[in-house]
């Protein structure tokens, strides 16, 4: 039955830990009882007895997901059903190897992950994050004016706006969301009380910065919403400057929904302003989206794509192409960048432009990342194996990956597995996980460039602040960005792949030029001195088959520069 270790201490909150292991129980206790009350229940029927009686005290709940009588999955799923419980956010304590699990247990309304073995600070900050989030959230709705930033409260802001949509109906309005991107990254580094007074700013000046603003709510922590007169023509030049002068670093987005329809509910035309959002998230040249009924057909198309990612995996739906990168001085292949494609049983051919975005949004693409690099150690041994010659190879990690402390050990024990040396897997790194806090992603990169493995820089020049982590990270090469090269073609000079190719000489690292399209790019280049050329005038990513064909027989083109 549950029960509490201590006597309860009211000024602590209070978390209900359900986990059938004892000793995995009491470690927990151990660590949490000194900042909380922790209640325990040793499998899930006593953990929702439990969450019954306590509803009220508790703060979160910490759950296992294989237990017996009722296991993590169950005890998650009658948690959704009752509508009393839905603030109430459950942590769910994984084996790091499990990700499906993970995704499952998301889908049922988990609100977090930790991996076992617990470790102490990240499970600690987690909980903390979590808590400050929904407390933060359960006082907004309370409350008509949220003290913080003098906006409306929530549903004080949808009641107004369907008031006055109400009492001015054909007159045409817009609605103005606002979100700042990875919040609870930024306030993990900046802490509460600076970000709270970044959002009482925020909220100030995107108020000043909206024409005809007639209402602004605070509808979610570091989610705004605006009533706006309707405005004709591009009005979000004003929108520019808010965030810009150093306001913690952080990134704001806006996503507009223009002449809306009153009958339709609030809630879905911050929604569909939120839509517009969602398509810039990550994008970092953009800060405006405006809704349109694409969106909805887009939504409708990610929906499916969400629906069927897992069973993709399992499917083998997805494939890896092979492009090569072309050795320049040697003149023949030097290595390929594996990219993955996607053919899905009902929409067909999919661009990784469209899935990947929407994967590193809802944490898939560790799973795809990890099944790709499979798949490309599973080559590499083939073409031991069976004679061909064998080229370093290429995988991408998205950022999410880097959140992972084992991530190197987990790269190097799937290398082993298939005995592949570890200098034929390259990791190429974008630029935006380069850039994203740092210390963690430098930490494992040097890890994982101890371990033999060649670390490159992907998209280099793309726009994200890479200059420092050149300096900062263990990195063996710098792929240059296609617009790079594309600049070149348009001013006619090549001065930035110069520079660039001047930098990366001076940090000891190799350089790799992508999208490499016509036989004069590919000859300037070689000029400048870049080490391995990839792109469509050597070769289009190319299907196993087709790749193994090129190792054997080289580009057509390999004379003409
Ligand atoms: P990226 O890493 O910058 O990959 C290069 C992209 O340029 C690929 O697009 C490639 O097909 C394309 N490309 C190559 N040569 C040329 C050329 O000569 N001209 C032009 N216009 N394009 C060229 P793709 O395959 O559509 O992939 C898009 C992005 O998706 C990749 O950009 C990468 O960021 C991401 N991606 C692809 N596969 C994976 C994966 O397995 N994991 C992760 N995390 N991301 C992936
Ligand atoms: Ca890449
Ligand atoms: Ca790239």
Same mark, same amino acid.
């Given at each position: 039955?549950?029960?509490?270790?201590?006597?309860?201490?009211?000024?602590?909150?209070?978390?209900l830990?359900?986990?059938?292991?004892?000793?995995?129980?009491?470690?927990?206790?151990?660590?949490?009882?000194?900042?909380?009350?922790?209640?325990?229940?040793?499998?899930?029927l006593?953990?929702?007895?439990?969450?019954?009686?306590?509803?009220?005290?508790?703060?979160?709940?910490?759950l296992?997901?294989?237990?017996?009588?009722?296991?993590?999955?169950?005890?998650?799923e009658?948690?959704?059903?009752?509508?009393?419980?839905?603030?109430?956010p459950?942590?769910?304590?994984?084996?790091?190897?499990?990700?499906?699990?993970?995704?499952?247990?998301?889908?049922?309304?988990?609100?977090?992950?930790?991996?076992?073995?617990?470790?102490?600070?990240?499970?600690?900050?987690?909980?903390?994050?979590?808590?400050?989030?929904?407390?933060?959230?359960?006082?907004?709705?309370?409350?008509?004016?949220?003290?913080?930033?003098?906006?409306?409260?929530?549903?004080?802001?949808?009641?107004?706006v369907?008031?006055?949509?109400?009492?001015?109906?054909?007159?045409?309005?817009?609605?103005?969301?606002?979100?700042?991107?990875?919040?609870?990254?930024?306030?993990?580094?900046y802490?509460?009380?600076?970000?709270?007074?970044?959002?009482?700013t925020?909220?100030?000046?995107?108020t000043?910065?909206?024409?005809?603003?007639?209402?602004?709510?605070?509808?979610?922590?570091?989610?705004?919403?605006?009533?706006?007169?309707?405005?004709?023509?591009?009005?979000?030049?004003s929108?520019?400057?808010?965030?810009?002068?150093?306001?913690?670093?952080?990134?704001?987005?806006?996503?507009?929904?223009?002449?809306?329809?009153?009958?339709?509910?609030?809630?879905?035309?911050?929604?569909?302003?939120?839509?517009?959002?969602?398509?810039?998230?990550?994008?970092?040249?953009?800060?405006?989206?405006?809704?349109?009924?694409?969106?909805?057909?887009?939504?409708?198309?990610?929906?499916?794509?969400?629906?069927?990612?897992?069973?993709?995996?399992?499917?083998?739906?997805f494939?890896?192409?092979?492009?090569?990168?072309?050795?320049?001085?040697?003149?023949?292949?030097?290595?390929?960048?594996?990219?993955?494609?996607?053919?899905?049983?009902?929409?067909?051919?999919?661009?990784?432009?469209?899935?990947?975005?929407?994967?590193?949004?809802?944490?898939?693409?560790?799973?795809?990342?990890?099944?790709?690099?499979?798949?490309?150690?599973?080559? $590499? +041994?083939?073409?031991?194996?069976?004679?061909?010659?064998?080229v370093p190879? #290429?995988?991408? /990690?998205? !950022?999410?990956? %880097?959140?992972?402390?084992?991530?190197?050990?987990?790269?190097?024990a799937?290398a082993?597995?298939?005995?592949?040396?570890?200098n034929?897997?390259?990791?190429?790194?974008?630029?935006?996980a380069?850039?994203?806090?740092?210390?963690?992603?430098?930490?494992?990169?040097?890890?994982?460039?101890?371990a033999?493995?060649?670390?490159?820089?992907?998209?280099?020049?793309?726009?994200?602040?890479?200059?420092?982590?050149?300096?900062?990270?263990s990195?063996?090469?710098?792929?240059?960005?296609?617009?790079?090269?594309?600049?070149?073609?348009?001013?006619?000079?090549?001065?930035?792949?110069?520079?660039?190719?001047?930098?990366?000489?001076?940090?000891?690292?190799?350089?790799?030029?992508?999208?490499?399209?016509?036989?004069?790019?590919?000859?300037? $280049? +070689?000029?400048?001195?870049?080490?391995?050329?990839?792109?469509?005038?050597? #070769?289009?990513? /190319?299907? !196993?088959?087709? %790749?193994?064909?090129?190792?054997?027989?080289?580009?057509?083109?390999?004379?003409?520069?």
């Amino acid at each position: 039955m549950p029960s509490t270790t201590e006597p309860k201490n009211a000024t602590k909150l209070t978390i209900l830990v359900v986990e059938d292991n004892e000793m995995n129980r009491e470690i927990l206790v151990d660590l949490l009882s000194d900042d909380y009350n922790v209640l325990e229940a040793d499998n899930g029927l006593t953990g929702l007895a439990a969450m019954e009686a306590h509803a009220d005290e508790l703060s979160v709940i910490l759950l296992d997901v294989y237990m017996p009588e009722c296991n993590g999955f169950e005890f998650l799923e009658r948690k959704r059903r009752d509508p009393r419980y839905d603030s109430l956010p459950v942590i769910v304590m994984t084996a790091s190897s499990t990700v499906t699990d993970e995704i499952r247990c998301l889908q049922l309304g988990a609100s977090d992950f930790i991996s076992k073995p617990y470790n102490t600070e990240v499970m600690k900050n987690r909980i903390q994050s979590i808590i400050r989030l929904r407390s933060a959230s359960s006082m907004l709705h309370r409350l008509e004016r949220d003290k913080l930033t003098g906006l409306f409260s929530k549903e004080f802001f949808f009641e107004g706006v369907k008031a006055e949509l109400a009492a001015h109906l054909g007159e045409p309005y817009d609605i103005v969301v606002s979100d700042v991107e990875h919040f609870r990254r930024v306030i993990d580094r900046y802490g509460e009380e600076r970000c709270d007074a970044f959002l009482a700013t925020l909220a100030e000046r995107i108020t000043k910065a909206l024409p005809d603003m007639i209402l602004g709510g605070r509808i979610d922590y570091d989610v705004f919403a605006f009533l706006i007169r309707h405005q004709d023509g591009d009005w979000t030049a004003s929108l520019d400057a808010v965030a810009e002068d150093g306001l913690i670093g952080a990134s704001v987005k806006y996503g507009i929904m223009t002449g809306i329809d009153p009958h339709l509910p609030v809630s879905t035309l911050c929604d569909r302003a939120g839509m517009a959002l969602n398509k810039i998230r990550g994008q970092y040249n953009a800060r405006v989206a405006w809704y349109n009924e694409d969106l909805l057909k887009n939504q409708l198309r990610d929906h499916i794509i969400v629906e069927g990612m897992q069973d993709a995996i399992s499917r083998h739906e997805f494939q890896v192409y092979y492009q090569p990168k072309h050795d320049v001085r040697k003149n023949r292949i030097g290595g390929a960048e594996a990219l993955v494609r996607w053919t899905h049983p009902v929409l067909g051919f999919i661009s990784p432009g469209i899935f990947i975005p929407l994967f590193e949004r809802n944490g898939f693409i560790t799973s795809l990342d990890r099944y790709i690099m499979e798949e490309v150690c599973i080559e $590499l +041994k083939r073409c031991r194996e069976e004679g061909l010659p064998t080229v370093p190879i #290429s995988v991408n /990690l998205s !950022r999410m990956n %880097f959140d992972n402390p084992k991530l190197a050990d987990e790269i190097a024990a799937m290398a082993d597995k298939y005995g592949v040396d570890h200098n034929l897997l390259h990791i190429e790194l974008t630029e935006s996980a380069a850039g994203d806090d740092p210390k963690s992603v430098a930490a494992l990169l040097k890890q994982m460039h101890d371990a033999g493995f060649v670390i490159e820089l992907d998209d280099f020049g793309s726009g994200y602040s890479a200059l420092a982590s050149l300096f900062t990270l263990s990195l063996d090469v710098m792929k240059m960005d296609m617009s790079i090269i594309r600049h070149a073609a348009q001013a006619s000079n090549y001065s930035l792949a110069r520079y660039a190719i001047m930098l990366a000489e001076c940090m000891k690292l190799k350089t790799v030029a992508e999208g490499v399209e016509t036989v004069d790019q590919a000859s300037a $280049l +070689k000029v400048l001195g870049c080490d391995y050329i990839q792109g469509n005038y050597y #070769s289009k990513p /190319l299907p !196993r088959e087709e %790749f193994e064909k090129y190792l054997v027989e080289g580009p057509r083109n390999a004379t003409a520069i």
